[in-house]
């Protein structure tokens, strides 16, 4: 496995775990002496405990040569950030290539980290320019999503593998074999083409339910309602259909830009998609007018952002929400405070000059506005009596529609929701009813 992140380490886990051997190397010092020490550095539901029982199996190393003295099929799990131009950078995927040794015949190259199409075509071409031609490249990429991805891995809805030749894609899918799920075994463009387009689907359900709630807002219809009326039909099904502040995190907000850029450098306009990457940005800011609806000028007012990460069960903070909704709040002029169960660490070197609190009662203590920023299970119980009286201001803007709407206002809160009928009115909880308890 070469790279140790989300997807290099689950793969990693989960393949020791079926009783493959498995080395993983990285280039990060720290991230390799943990490992070794038997500390996980990410937050990944079911890994540790899967990294302990295979241990046996998996061995950590920084030095490519380790590697591939032991292994003989090497999958590539580096990341793909977006660069300045919305394409992927692929510079590490490229550095891997340029640290390849002198493998034998028996050596195969398996790309899990997502690419743009075409890529497959250019390794093949540098494998082949640097006398590697007997060495085989497939195309296997990853559909994990973080807080379930070892079960995404061991219970996948399917397998892609692309491949050159048939028999790489053997070798390969004779990896997986003890897992049930459909193999798809098409060509490597197509391979590419296949996770960029369902990264890009999924968040262009996210955009459409989104704008949905949007209209729900000034029709008084309620996406809540409307959302479950809609996944029942079978055509649709009922996921990516919950309205919210917007898509974060490492994969959709730069896959959907990098096949953007994909369409657009081969002469295409993907209209679509521009407006998905519209309507997400402008989801977040939406937010920022709903505290402005209730609480007037926002120079001044504490807010606290409830769940930092991009999603529960996650410390993963790449393209969260909260940082958006951090800065312009902060360039508002309020006070901003951030609670979040797990990913302090990481906000620490990311959201400088936000207060960072330990405990949700903490963050909410003379605030005059609590935002569900992301939907961890910890927050089902925020519209407590406790929370009312330690608010300067009882508000909750509720950014994941987690909360009862009815169940908040009896609290005594006034309550809004993302395209939920009913939204409060400004002013809804008499002042008078605001003062924070004693
Ligand atoms: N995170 C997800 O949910 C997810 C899901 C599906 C696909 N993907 C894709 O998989 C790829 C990896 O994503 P991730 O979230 O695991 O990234 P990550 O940033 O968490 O991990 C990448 C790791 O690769 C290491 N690395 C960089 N260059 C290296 C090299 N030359 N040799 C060895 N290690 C090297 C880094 O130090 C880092 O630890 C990306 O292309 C991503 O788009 C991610």
Same mark, same amino acid.
């Given at each position: 496995m070469i790279g140790?992140?989300?997807v290099g380490?689950?793969t990693a886990?989960c393949f020791a775990?079926l009783g493959h051997d498995v080395v993983v190397r990285?280039?990060?010092?720290?991230?390799?002496?943990?490992?070794?020490?038997?500390?996980?550095?990410?937050?990944?539901?079911?890994?540790?405990?899967?990294?302990?029982?295979?241990?046996?199996?998996?061995?950590?190393?920084?030095?490519m040569a380790d590697l591939f003295a032991a292994a003989r099929v090497a999958f590539v799990c580096v990341?793909?950030?977006?660069?300045?131009?919305?394409?992927?950078?692929?510079?590490?995927v490229?550095?891997v290539l340029d640290e390849l040794p002198d493998v034998d015949e028996r050596a195969l190259l398996v790309m899990k980290s997502?690419v743009?199409?075409?890529t497959g075509e250019k390794v093949r071409a540098a494998l082949d320019a640097r006398g590697l031609a007997h060495v085989g490249y497939v195309s296997n990429p990853e559909?994990?999503?973080?807080?379930?991805?070892?079960?995404?891995?061991?219970?996948?809805?399917?397998i892609v593998i692309g491949a050159f030749a048939e028999s790489d894609a053997d070798r390969v899918a004779a990896l997986y074999a003890?897992i049930?799920?459909?193999i798809?075994r098409v060509d490597v463009?197509?391979a590419e083409?296949?996770?960029?387009?369902?990264?890009?689907?999924?968040?262009?359900?996210?955009?459409?339910?989104?704008?949905?709630?949007?209209?729900?807002?000034?029709?008084?219809?309620?996406?809540?309602?409307?959302?479950?009326?809609?996944?029942?039909?079978?055509?649709?099904?009922?996921?990516?259909?919950?309205?919210?502040?917007?898509?974060?995190?490492?994969?959709?907000?730069?896959?959907?830009?990098?096949?953007?850029?994909?369409?657009?450098?081969?002469?295409?306009?993907?209209?679509?998609?521009?407006?998905?990457?519209?309507?997400?940005?402008?989801?977040?800011?939406?937010?920022?007018?709903?505290?402005?609806?209730?609480?007037?000028?926002?120079?001044?007012?504490?807010?606290?952002?409830?769940?930092?990460?991009?999603?529960?069960?996650?410390?993963?903070?790449?393209?969260?929400?909260?940082? #958006?909704?951090?800065?312009?709040?902060?360039?508002?002029?309020?006070? #901003?405070?951030?609670?979040?169960?797990?990913?302090?660490?990481?906000?620490?070197?990311?959201?400088?000059?936000?207060?960072?609190?330990?405990?949700?009662?903490?963050? #909410?203590?003379?605030?005059?506005?609590?935002?569900?920023?992301?939907?961890?299970?910890?927050?089902?119980?925020?519209?407590?009596?406790?929370?009312?009286?330690?608010?300067?201001?009882?508000?909750?803007?509720?950014?994941?529609?987690?909360?009862?709407?009815?169940?908040?206002?009896?609290?005594?809160?006034?309550?809004?929701?993302?395209?939920?009928?009913?939204?409060?009115?400004?002013?809804?909880?008499?002042?008078?009813?605001?003062?924070?308890?004693?």
């Open positions: 140790a992140g989300w380490l689950v886990a775990d990285d280039i990060v010092p720290e991230r390799v002496a943990d490992l070794q020490a038997g500390r996980v550095p990410i937050h990944e539901p079911g890994l540790p405990e899967l990294l302990a029982q295979a241990r046996d199996r998996l061995r950590f190393t920084l030095a990341g793909t950030p977006p660069t300045y131009s919305g394409d992927a950078d692929l510079s590490a490229w550095h997502t743009p199409v075409g559909f994990l999503a973080e807080g379930t991805a070892v079960r995404d891995f061991q219970a996948p809805d399917r003890p049930e799920a459909p798809v463009a197509s083409m296949i996770k960029l387009a369902s990264n890009a689907f999924l968040a262009t359900r996210i955009s459409f339910i989104n704008e949905i709630a949007n209209v729900c807002e000034v029709t008084g219809a309620d996406v809540e309602q409307v959302a479950r009326g809609m996944g029942l039909d079978h055509r649709l099904g009922p996921h990516f259909l919950r309205a919210g502040i917007g898509f974060g995190g490492s994969c959709f907000p730069k896959d959907v830009q990098a096949l953007k850029q994909l369409a657009g450098n081969s002469g295409y306009h993907f209209q679509l998609l521009n407006a998905v990457i519209e309507v997400n940005e402008l989801q977040k800011r939406r937010v920022v007018g709903k505290l402005a609806k209730h609480l007037g000028e926002l120079r001044g007012k504490t807010i606290a952002l409830l769940g930092l990460s991009f999603k529960p069960n996650t410390n993963d903070m790449r393209e969260a929400s909260s940082l #958006v909704l951090a800065a312009r709040l902060l360039a508002e002029g309020a006070t #901003v405070r951030g609670w979040d169960p797990v990913s302090l660490e990481e906000a620490q070197a990311l959201m400088q000059g936000v207060e960072l609190c330990e405990t949700v009662l903490t963050a #909410v203590t003379g605030a005059d506005a609590a935002v569900v920023v992301t939907e961890w299970p910890e927050l089902r119980g925020l519209a407590s009596s406790e929370v009312r009286a330690a608010m300067r201001n009882p508000l909750i803007v509720d950014g994941r529609n987690l909360l009862d709407p009815e169940e908040a206002r009896a609290a005594g809160f006034t309550y809004e929701g993302i395209g939920r009928a009913g939204n409060d009115t400004p002013g809804a909880v008499e002042t008078a009813e605001r003062e924070p308890a004693a």
